[in-house]
């Protein structure tokens, strides 16, 4: 079953962070992960949300290929590039059964 990968990123280093993102981008493909949406707020209908962070949604064929990904020694490697340059909160979402 799908499941998809909720980020929500304050960045304080664009440059740097664009770094991370470009490695990302090529390691999700690895583990068969898709962005669905990536970018800014664009209207907040309900709730106290912060448009200055940064969303990301990315979908995947499994949770278990979410924490694949997350816990592998190319993800190690591509997550210290982003120590101190965002703060960042991750979720996981199970997809709806068909």
Same mark, same amino acid.
């Given at each position: 079953?799908?499941?998809?990968? /909720?980020?929500?990123?304050? $960045?304080?280093?664009?440059?740097? #962070?664009? +770094?991370?993102s470009k490695k990302m981008l090529h390691l999700i493909?690895?583990?068969?992960? +898709?962005? /669905?949406?990536?970018?800014?707020i664009s209207d907040i209908l309900e709730g106290n #949300? ?5 969303? /990301? $949604? ?14 592998? *020694? +190319? ?5 210290? $590039? ?10 996981? $979402? *199970?997809? /709806?059964?068909?």
């Amino acid at each position: 079953m799908a499941a998809y990968m /909720l980020v929500s990123a304050k $960045i304080h280093n664009p440059t740097k #962070f664009s +770094e991370y993102s470009k490695k990302m981008l090529h390691l999700i493909k690895i583990y068969d992960g +898709e962005y /669905l949406a990536k970018g800014s707020i664009s209207d907040i209908l309900e709730g106290n #949300f912060d448009k200055s962070r940064k969303i /990301l $949604i990315a979908k995947y064929p499994s949770i278990q290929q979410i924490h694949d990904m997350w816990n592998s *020694e +190319e993800y190690k490697k591509i997550k210290k $590039i982003r120590i101190d340059i965002a703060d960042v909160d991750v979720i996981i $979402i *199970e997809g /709806l059964k068909s």
